[in-house]
C-alpha cells in the first residue's frame, strides 16, 4: 500500500532529519509513528502527501511512485488532519467538510449527502451543526469536524499528525474511541504521529519507533513491549510498562522436580512408579541426566502385555522442549502451539533441569497477579 | 453678520468649492487606484518571497518618511507640474500601509489553517483565495483605510504642483489671508476624509470573517 525505499530527507545544514528509512505500510493498517521531537517522525509522515519532498527514494503508493504525481491531486486522495484542527475559520462546518470533495468537482446534492452523512457518523447532528462555524464548537467537536474533513472525500489513506495532543484528557480519550470505532467501518490505512505512547499502544496495529530520523523499531505494540530493539527503545517506553514484562517469573522459577526414569527400566515397575506420583508421563534420562525423551502412560498400556519391552522401546523422543534461558512467555507458546500438557526444562547441554506443567503454570500466575493487586493494578491488554 | 459674509462667500464661491472638492475626490481616488494596483499584488508576492520582503518594505518606509510637500518637490524636476506628478506622488504616498497590512495580513494567517489547506489538496492560488486573503482582509483593508485618510490630507498640497483640489482654495485663502476662503477649501477636505473613512470602516466591518 505504502512503501518507502531507502528515503531520506536532508537539509541543507547536512541534517539527516530523516535517514534512509524502508517501511511497507499495509492496506488498512492503522500506523502509529512515535519518537522523541526532532525525530523525524512528522517529517516521515508529510512526505506521503509531498509537503515535504524526499532528499532521496523512492515512496509508492499502490505501487506508483509518488514523485511522478501530482502533488496536489496526490493530496486529494490523502486525508489529512493536523494538531491544531485547521478549521477554516470563516467558512461554516459544512463547508468545511465538503472542502475537499469541492475541490474533486463532485456535484452539490453528494457533498451534502456527504457531509451529513460523515457529521451523524461523529455524533454532531448535521441539522444543528451544519451551518455553524468553527468558533462555536468546542476544542474536542472540532477536532471531530477535522477527522470527518479528511474523510469527506473518501481517501484510502488518511494521515494524522499529533491530532488529540491539543485536546484535554477526556476529549482525547473519547476521540481516540472513536476513531478507533471508525477503523473499524471504514477500514483506511492510517497513519498517526504521536508522542504519546498510550495512545500509540491504543490504537495502531503496529507502532514504528524514530530516533535521530531513524526507524529504530517498527512491529506490533505486543512485541515491542515484549523484545525493544535496544535500550533506548525500552526507556522510551518507559521501565513502567516493560517491568510489568519482566516481572514475569522466570523459567526456573515456575518449573517443578521431573519424575524421570531410566531407558531400560521395565514398563511394569514405571507403572507402579506413575501410579505412586498420580503421573501420566514419565521423563526418560541416561545416567547423565541428558534428556531423552517421554514415555506415556498410553504407551506403556498398549505394550503392556510384550515382557521384553523397556521404556527406550515405548518412548517419544519428538516431544517439545524448552531452555532453561529462554522467556516464560516463550514456554507459555510452546504449550498452547504443540497443545501438550507440560515442556521438559532442559539446560545448555541437553540434560534435564525440571518441568513446567500448565499447572505449575496456573500456581505461579495466580500468585502473580495477587502480588500485582497488591501493588498496582496490572493495565489491560498489556502483560499477558 | 460673519457667519452672514461666510455663506454669501460660499454661495459666490461653490462652484469653485464644487471643481476643487471633485478634483479632490478625482486625486484620491486615482492615487488609491495605482496605489492598491502595484500595492496589494506586491504584499501578496512579498509572502512567497519573504527575503525580499524587508528590502521593499524598507524602500516603500524611505518614502514615507520623505516630508509630504518635498515628495512633491521632488516630482517637479522629473514630471513636472500637474495632475500627473501629484499623483505619482500620492501613489507612493498610498504604497506603504496598503503594502505592509497586505504582508503583515497574509502572513498572519494562522499558519495551521494553511497547512490544512495545503494538506487537503488546494493549490497555492486557492490556498491564497479561499484562505489566505478572506482571512487577511480586515487588515488589508485597515491599510487602504490608514491610505486613503493620508491621501486625501497630503492631496491637498498638490494644489502647489498645479494639480488642483481644495489645496487651492486654502493657499489662495492663506495668501490673500482670508480666513473664510481658508475655510472653504479646509471644511470640505476634513468632511471628505472623515466621510471616505467612514465608508471604509463599514466595508471593513462587513468584511470582517
Same mark, same amino acid.
Given at each position: ?58 515512496? +509508492? ?33 459544512? !463547508? ?21 452523512? +460523515? ?20 476544542? %474536542? ?74 526507524? *529504530? ?33 522466570? *523459567? /526456573?522459577?515456575?518449573? *517443578? ?8 527400566? %521395565? ?8 501410579? !505412586? ?29 510384550? /515382557? ?21 512467555? /516463550? ?11 507440560? +515442556? ?10 525440571? +518441568? ?24 489491560? %491488554?498489556?502483560?499477558? | ?98 503594502? &505592509? ?43 487602504? &483605510? ?55 470602516? &463599514? ?7
Amino acid at each position: 500500500m505504502i512503501i518507502f525505499k531507502n528515503v531520506s530527507k536532508i537539509y541543507n545544514d547536512d541534517f539527516h532529519a530523516v535517514d534512509t528509512i524502508d517501511l511497507h505500510i499495509k492496506e488498512g493498517e492503522f500506523i502509529a509513528l512515535i519518537g522523541p521531537s526532532g525525530s523525524g517522525k512528522s517529517t516521515t509522515m508529510k512526505m506521503i502527501n509531498r509537503l515535504i519532498e524526499a532528499t532521496s527514494g523512492t515512496i +509508492l503508493i499502490h505501487g506508483q511512485d509518488i514523485g511522478d504525481q501530482d502533488p496536489v491531486l496526490l493530496r486529494r486522495n490523502i486525508g489529512y488532519v493536523i494538531q491544531h484542527i485547521g478549521l477554516l475559520p470563516h467558512m461554516t462546518i459544512g !463547508k468545511n467538510i465538503a472542502l475537499v470533495p469541492k475541490l474533486k468537482k463532485w456535484d452539490k446534492a453528494r457533498c451534502d449527502k456527504r457531509v451529513d452523512e +460523515l457529521l451523524e457518523m461523529v455524533g454532531l447532528p448535521a441539522k444543528e451543526y451544519k451551518n455553524r462555524f468553527p468558533a462555536e464548537l468546542s476544542g %474536542g467537536q472540532q477536532q471531530r469536524v477535522g477527522v470527518i474533513r479528511a474523510l469527506a472525500g473518501d481517501p484510502p489513506i488518511v494521515l494524522m499528525d499529533e491530532p488529540f495532543s491539543a485536546l484535554d484528557p477526556i476529549s482525547r480519550e473519547q476521540l481516540q474511541d472513536e476513531l478507533l470505532n471508525l477503523q473499524t467501518k471504514i477500514r483506511k490505512t492510517i497513519v498517526f504521529v504521536t508522542h504519546d505512547i498510550d495512545e500509540a499502544i491504543k490504537l495502531a496495529d503496529r507502532i514504528g519507533i524514530m530516533q535521530d530520523g531513524k526507524l *529504530i523499531q517498527f512491529d506490533t505494540p505486543e512485541q515491542i513491549l515484549r523484545h525493544p530493539v535496544n535500550e533506548f527503545v525500552r526507556t522510551f517506553f518507559g521501565a513502567d510498562r516493560m517491568n510489568q514484562l519482566e516481572s514475569l517469573p522466570t *523459567i /526456573e522459577e515456575v518449573m *517443578i522436580r521431573p519424575i524421570s526414569s531410566f531407558p531400560k527400566r %521395565g514398563l511394569a515397575e514405571s507403572l507402579t512408579k506413575m501410579r !505412586k506420583y498420580k503421573i501420566d508421563s514419565l521423563l526418560i534420562i541416561d545416567k547423565s541426566e541428558t534428556f531423552l525423551g517421554v514415555a506415556g502412560v498410553g504407551e506403556i498400556q498398549k505394550n503392556f502385555s510384550n /515382557e521384553n519391552m523397556v521404556l527406550e522401546d515405548v518412548m517419544n523422543k519428538e516431544v517439545p522442549t524448552v531452555r532453561l534461558s529462554q522467556q516464560l512467555d /516463550e514456554a507459555i507458546n510452546l504449550i498452547s502451539e504443540n497443545q501438550v500438557a507440560f +515442556l521438559p526444562v532442559l539446560d545448555e547441554s541437553h540434560k534435564l533441569k525440571g +518441568l513446567i506443567t500448565r499447572a505449575s503454570l496456573v500456581d505461579v500466575m495466580a500468585n502473580q497477579l495477587r502480588s500485582n493487586n497488591n501493588g498496582v493494578a496490572p493495565v489491560g %491488554g498489556e502483560g499477558s | 453678520m460673519m457667519f452672514n459674509n461666510f455663506l454669501i462667500m460660499l454661495q459666490n464661491r461653490w462652484p469653485e468649492i464644487m471643481i476643487g472638492t471633485w478634483e479632490h475626490i478625482q486625486l484620491t481616488l486615482v492615487a488609491l487606484f495605482i496605489g492598491n494596483l502595484i500595492a496589494l499584488p506586491l504584499g501578496i508576492l512579498l509572502t512567497r518571497k519573504r527575503k525580499l520582503a524587508e528590502a521593499v518594505i524598507g524602500i516603500t518606509s524611505v518614502f514615507q518618511t520623505i516630508p509630504s510637500l518635498a515628495l512633491l518637490g521632488f516630482m517637479i524636476p522629473f514630471f513636472g507640474i500637474g495632475f500627473g506628478p501629484a499623483i505619482v506622488a500620492l501613489s507612493i504616498y498610498a504604497l506603504l500601509p496598503i503594502l &505592509r497590512n497586505t504582508y503583515t495580513g497574509i502572513l498572519g494567517v494562522n499558519q495551521a489553517v494553511v497547512d490544512a489547506g495545503t494538506g487537503m489538496g488546494m493549490t497555492s492560488r486557492q490556498v491564497l483565495f479561499m484562505i489566505e486573503i478572506p482571512l487577511a482582509l480586515p487588515i488589508i483593508m485597515a491599510g487602504i &483605510r490608514t491610505a486613503t485618510v493620508m491621501v486625501i490630507g497630503v492631496a491637498t498640497l498638490a494644489a502647489l504642483v498645479g494639480a488642483g483640489g481644495l489645496g487651492d482654495i486654502i493657499f489662495r485663502g492663506i495668501a490673500m489671508a482670508r480666513q473664510d476662503l481658508i475655510l472653504a477649501g479646509a471644511i470640505p477636505a476634513a468632511l471628505l476624509s472623515m466621510i471616505f473613512d467612514y465608508i471604509l470602516k &463599514r466595508i471593513e466591518i462587513a468584511v470582517q470573517p
